[in-house]
C-alpha cells in the first residue's frame, strides 16, 4: 500500500518552519591483540598490516581531479562543488558518483514536489535491511563515509542541468531547474550507526532528515553506496570466521569483480571485513592497503629449459660473496634431494622446464620466493622443485616464503607438502623449513573451509576471488530507503507482506548488552522517549506480533546512532575514521556478539525490537491508516 497522509500538510515555508520537532505520540499512546603465531605468519608470507593506512580524505583536490578527467573522459571533468557545508571533506571514491548518479524517477518525483510547494518540507528517511545476507544473522554496515561524501558534495553541475532539461517532460517549467542548480545538502542531517558495526534487520543504518526534495533525491545513490559495501563486507567477515582468526586472508577478486568499481569498492569492503591483503594495486594505493601477489602458471609455462636464463648470478643475502652459478647450485639441490634416502620415496624425476621457471622467479625475488606448484604435478614436480630452489636459498642465506596450491585436494596436498618440508628440514639442517607458509586459491567458499577444517588440513593462508568479490551465494542485500515522518508528522508504509511494514517516526536506537558482555537486543525508541538505562527494567516488544515480548535489565546501553552530517548548521559531527580504524572497530563488533548469533551454519536468531510506548503507536497508525473492507 502507498504511504498516506494521516492529516494535509501545509506546504508555505512558514508552517514548515514552525513544524514540531518529534513525533506527535498523544494521537496514539494508550581489544584482543594479534597473537605471536599470527604475527609470525604475517612476516614469513610478507603480508605485514602495514604500511598503516593513509587516511582516504587526505587526497588532495588535484589528484582528484586528475582521476575526474582520466575516469570521465573527454568533457568528463565535472565542476567544483561550491563552497559553505562540504568543510574539507573530499568527493567520493568513484567519480561517477554524482547527482546524475540516480533513478529517473526521483527527479520526476523532485519536480511533483517543486510544482506542488513541498519541496521545503520536512522529512524524516531511514534506510535499513529486512533480512540478513547469506542465510546468517547479521550484516556489517559499510559504505557510510561514501554517502557523507557525496552528501557533502552533492550539487548539481551547469552540463547535469542542460542533460535534465533533454529528458524530462517539455512542461518543465525553467524555475524547477533553476531551484535544483541551487540544491545542496546545506540543511540535510545525516545520523547513522558507525561504519564496520555488526546491525541487523529493520534498524535503520542511516536516518536522513531535510528539504523533502533533497532527501528524496539522495535515496537511489546512497542504496547504491551501502547495498554493496554492506554486503561484501558481511561476506568476508564471514569467510574470516570460519577460516579462524590464525589464518591469512588474500583478497584476489578483482578480475572476476563486477566491473572497475566492483574490484575497488571490493577489496576496500572485504579488507574492512577481515582480509589482510589484495591483489588489487589500485585499490593498495588509494587506501593503503597491503597488496600480494606471486606468479601464474603462464609464468611457469613460459619456460622451456634453463637455457632461457641468462644471469645466473646472485649476491649472498650478508653480501658477503656472490653464487656465480645459482642455476647451477639449484640442480645440485635438486640431486642431493633425489639422492637422500629419507626423500627417495616422495619423488622422482622432475618437470626440469618448471624448475627453472622457479629458479628464475627466485633469482629476481631472493627475499620473497612464493611458487605455484600445480602446474604439472605438485607432489611428485612442483613440491620437490620448488624445496630445490628453496633449498639453495637457503645455502645463500635467504628464506623462502612458501608455495600456492591451486588445484586438486587441498587437505591432502597440504598435508602431504608439510610433511615433505619437515623431511627436508630434517636431512638438510634447514632451520625453519618445516614451517614454510602453504596457501591455498581454487574457487574457494565457506563451505570449502568448513570442509577443509573437518577434514583437517596444513594451510595457513587463502587466496579467494570469485565467491567473494561478487558475493556468490547471494547478489544483492536488499536495502531500501522508506520516508517515515513529514513535518513531525509519522508514516507508516503497509504491505500484505508483514516485513515490508515500516516502522514510523524519527527513532532512537540502543543496543542493550547483558551481564556477561554480549549484546542481547537492539531497541527502538521514539525521538521523545526517554532512553533507556542500565540496570532498569525495560519491556522490549517485537514491532509486529503481540505475544513476542521479554522484559531485559541490561547491564550496559550503547547509543547507537551518531551525527555524521549536520549541514551548515554548525552542529558537532562525528569524524570519519579510517580504514583502518573501521575494520578493528568491525572485528571488535563481531566479538561482542554471542557465537551463536554470528556462527555460518544455523544462527540463533538476534533479537530486534521496539519500546512499548511505540509499539502501541504502530499499531495505532497502522489501524488508522489501513481502510476497512467491506462484505456483501
Not at 494521537?27 to 584482543?32: F, P, S
Not at 619456460?303 to 644471469?311: G, Q, W
Not at 548488552?513 to 542481547?520: H, M, Q, R, T
Not at 552542529?571 to 570519519?576: D, I, Q, T
Amino acid at each position: 500500500m502507498a504511504t498516506s497522509s494521516a492529516t494535509s500538510t501545509q506546504t508555505c515555508q512558514d508552517d514548515v518552519e514552525k513544524r514540531p520537532s518529534r513525533c506527535r505520540w498523544d494521537a496514539g499512546n494508550n581489544e584482543a591483540q594479534q597473537s605471536g603465531e599470527e604475527l609470525d605468519l604475517q612476516q614469513r608470507i610478507g603480508c605485514e598490516l602495514g604500511p598503516k593506512m593513509a587516511e582516504t580524505s587526505a587526497r588532495d583536490s588535484a589528484e582528484e581531479g586528475g582521476r575526474n578527467v582520466g575516469i570521465c573522459g573527454d568533457g568528463g571533468a565535472r565542476e567544483a562543488p561550491a563552497a559553505g557545508g562540504s568543510g574539507s571533506i573530499p568527493p567520493p571514491t568513484n567519480p561517477l558518483v554524482t547527482p546524475l548518479l540516480t533513478d529517473m524517477y526521483q527527479v520526476t518525483m523532485a519536480y511533483a514536489y517543486w510544482k506542488a510547494g513541498k519541496q521545503n518540507d520536512r522529512a524524516v528517511f531511514d534506510l535499513l535491511h529486512r533480512k540478513n545476507p547469506f542465510g546468517g544473522e547479521y550484516t556489517v554496515f559499510a559504505g557510510l563515509e561514501e554517502c557523507v561524501r557525496f552528501a557533502a558534495n552533492f550539487r548539481f553541475t551547469d552540463a547535469d542541468i542542460e542533460y535534465l532539461r533533454t529528458v524530462m517532460p517539455p512542461v518543465c517549467e525553467d524555475g524547477f531547474f533553476s531551484f535544483l542548480k541551487a540544491v545542496d545538502c546545506s540543511e540535510v542531517d545525516i545520523h547513522a550507526i558507525a561504519e564496520g558495526s555488526v546491525c541487523f534487520p529493520r534498524v535503520p543504518l542511516l536516518r536522513v532528515e531535510g528539504p523533502l526534495l533533497v532527501v528524496q533525491l539522495l535515496e537511489t545513490t546512497f542504496l547504491t553506496l551501502v547495498n554493496y559495501a554492506s554486503l561484501v563486507a558481511t561476506n568476508a567477515a564471514r569467510f574470516r570466521k570460519v577460516a579462524g582468526h590464525d589464518k591469512l586472508l588474500l583478497e584476489f577478486g578483482l578480475r572476476r569483480a563486477q566491473g572497475p568499481d566492483g574490484g575497488i569498492s571490493g577489496s576496500k569492503y572485504c579488507y574492512l571485513g577481515g582480509f589482510d591483503a589484495t591483489s588489487n594495486l589500485e585499490a593498495g594505493q588509494r587506501f593503503g592497503i597491503p597488496v600480494r601477489g606471486t606468479h601464474s602458471h603462464a609464468f611457469v609455462s613460459s619456460y622451456m629449459s634453463f637455457d632461457e636464463i641468462i644471469d645466473r648470478k646472485l649476491q649472498r643475502s650478508d653480501g658477503s660473496s656472490t653464487c656465480e652459478d645459482f642455476v647451477l647450485l639449484t640442480m645440485q639441490c635438486l640431486k642431493r634431494m633425489q639422492g637422500a634416502p629419507s626423500l627417495q620415496h616422495w619423488f622422482g624425476e622432475t618437470n626440469h622446464s618448471e624448475l627453472a621457471a622457479f629458479t628464475s622467479y627466485a633469482l629476481a625475488f631472493p627475499t620473497a620466493f612464493q611458487a605455484l606448484v600445480d602446474t604439472y604435478d605438485v607432489l611428485k614436480s612442483g613440491v620437490p622443485n620448488f624445496c630445490a630452489v628453496a633449498l639453495a636459498l637457503h645455502e645463500l642465506g635467504f628464506k623462502a616464503v612458501g608455495i600456492r596450491l591451486d588445484s586438486g585436494d587441498l587437505s591432502y596436498f597440504s598435508v602431504e607438502s608439510r610433511k615433505f618440508f619437515r623431511a627436508v628440514e630434517k636431512e638438510f639442517g634447514a632451520q625453519g623449513f618445516g614451517n614454510m607458509v602453504i596457501t591455498a586459491s581454487n574457487d574457494i567458499n565457506e563451505d570449502t573451509l568448513d570442509a577443509l577444517n573437518k577434514q583437517g588440513h596444513e594451510i595457513d593462508a587463502y587466496g579467494i576471488g570469485t565467491q567473494l568479490i561478487t558475493c556468490y551465494k547471494q547478489p544483492a542485500l536488499g536495502c531500501v530507503y522508506k520516508l517515515v515522518e513529514i513535518n513531525g508528522q509519522p508514516r507508516i508504509k503497509l504491505s500484505e507482506d508483514v516485513t515490508k511494514v515500516t516502522i514510523p517516526c524519527k527513532k532512537q536506537c540502543y543496543r542493550l548488552y547483558g551481564k556477561e558482555g554480549y549484546a542481547l537486543v537492539d531497541l527502538m525508541v521514539g525521538d521523545d522517549e526517554s532512553p533507556p538505562r542500565a540496570g532498569e527494567r525495560i519491556l522490549c516488544r517485537h514491532p509486529f506480533s503481540e505475544s513476542r515480548r521479554a522484559f531485559v535489565v541490561p547491564s550496559r546501553v550503547e547509543p547507537l546512532y551518531k551525527c555524521y552530517w549536520s549541514g551548515s548548521s554548525g552542529a558537532p559531527r562525528e569524524p570519519l575514521p579510517s580504514l583502518e580504524e573501521l575494520r578493528e572497530h568491525c572485528r571488535r563488533e563481531l566479538e561482542a556478539q554471542r557465537s551463536d548469533h554470528v556462527r555460518a551454519f544455523n544462527p540463533t536468531p538476534y533479537k530486534v525490537s521496539v519500546s512499548a510506548k511505540l509499539y502501541d503507536f504502530i499499531h495505532f497508525l497502522w489501524l488508522n491508516e489501513a481502510p476497512v473492507g467491506e462484505l456483501h
